[in-house]
Nanobody, 116 residues
């Protein structure tokens, strides 16, 4: 019913930038909350940034001031602009849709690798 597809991951040296994109299909996108999560090898998946249907945002302490989440409801897309990247940002990044009274959905993720 819902499919999320991430793109924009890749390799970058420390201090560089990447922009992740997530496109959604088969949902009432504008009324749903969206988020970006990441998981590094041997660690639990953690919330990186979230954005509500009304546009309010929240960030993990480790990325505040460096990452920016945004959404384009007309295109059914969510973005994560990542600046001043650090090696510890290396992880697989996932897009998530949270729906009231319905199943949450996850994308397959995209790899981000930051070299020192």
């Amino acid at each position: 019913q819902v499919r999320l597809v991430e793109s924009g991951g890749g390799w970058v040296q420390a201090g560089g930038s990447l922009r992740l994109s997530c496109v959604a299909s088969g949902s009432s996108f504008s009324i749903n909350h969206m988020g970006w999560y990441r998981q590094a090898p041997g660690k639990q998946r953690e919330l990186v940034a979230g954005i509500t249907s009304g546009g309010s945002t929240n960030y993990a302490d480790s990325v505040k001031g460096r990452f920016t989440i945004s959404r384009d409801n007309a295109k059914k897309m969510v973005y994560l602009q990542m600046n001043s990247l650090r090696p510890e940002d290396t992880a697989h990044y996932y897009c998530k849709m949270t729906r009231l009274g319905a199943t949450d959905y996850w994308g397959q993720g995209t790899q981000v690798t930051v070299s020192s």
